[in-house]
């Protein structure tokens, strides 16, 4: 099994809908971390989450970490058809602080102007 | 140089052969992975290095597969008699040095074994 489940899959929303992407870990998180892919191109990184509970937010695209639960969710308001593409989350999962990240399977989002 | 660079950015090659990915990290960054992205799938971790230390070779597929890092700058990725199953894009990252620090990814090189 994966032990970085990211749900859903995939997403289709209309143009300026709000959507939540969940990324579940099955053990001790360390860092999580939000990168978005288009096709063909290399990760760009939106945020880094280290504490429990803590929130950062870049223009309309919001991360969450929840210790406890060994979850982060990724929340767009208004989304918008440049929201587009494959969201990574990625974590250091009890290697040690090594900064070895595993990587969820992606979810992969349209945007329907 | 301002970003991480990866080079080829497509390679097609024959079943057999040998190929050689480079990676040129961010000047100053002591850390670089190694990825492996096939179809459809998530990121798989390949290697790492950290400074001068032994690199992290836990998610090397198999012994085709090797790679080094030069005056702990420059990485070149090599798999040997390659096979169609080793079709996949392989993106390289580095940091400023392990830990909770953001890794900057590559474009990444689009390998296509026919």
């Known amino acids: 099994s994966q032990e970085l489940e990211q749900s859903p899959q995939s997403l289709i929303v209309q143009e300026g809908k709000n959507l939540t992407i969940n990324c579940t870990s099955s053990?001790?998180?360390?860092?999580l971390y939000w990168y978005k892919q288009k096709y063909g191109e290399g990760l760009i990184f939106l945020m880094m989450?280290?504490?429990?509970?803590e929130e950062k937010s870049h223009e309309k695209i919001t991360a969450k970490l929840d210790e406890k639960k060994q979850q982060s969710s990724l929340h767009i308001t208004a989304s918008q058809p440049s929201h587009a593409g494959i969201y990574l989350c990625?974590?250091?999962?009890?290697?040690?602080?090594?900064?070895?990240?595993?990587f969820g399977q992606g979810t992969t989002l349209q945007v329907k102007p | 140089g301002a970003g991480v660079s990866q080079s080829p950015s497509n390679k097609v090659t024959e079943k057999g052969k040998d190929v050689e990915l480079r990676c040129d990290p961010i000047?100053?960054?002591?850390?670089l992975y190694w990825y492996r992205q096939s179809l459809g799938q998530g990121l798989e971790f390949l290697i790492y290095?950290?400074?001068?230390?032994?690199?992290?070779k836990s998610g090397l597929p198999s012994d085709r597969f090797s790679a080094e890092r030069t005056g702990g700058s420059v990485s070149t990725l090599t798999i040997q008699r390659t096979q169609q199953e080793d079709s996949a894009v392989y993106l390289c990252?580095?940091?400023?040095?392990?830990?909770?620090?953001?890794?900057?990814f590559g474009s990444g090189t689009r390998l296509t074994v026919v």
């Open positions: 053990k001790t998180l360390y860092g």
């Open positions: 990252a580095s940091s400023l040095r392990t830990g909770n620090y953001g890794y900057t």
């Open positions: 989450l280290q504490k429990g509970g």
């Open positions: 000047s100053g960054h002591t850390a």
């Open positions: 290095f950290q400074g001068n230390s032994a690199p992290d």
């Open positions: 990625g974590a250091d999962i009890g290697s040690g602080n090594t900064g070895k990240l595993i």
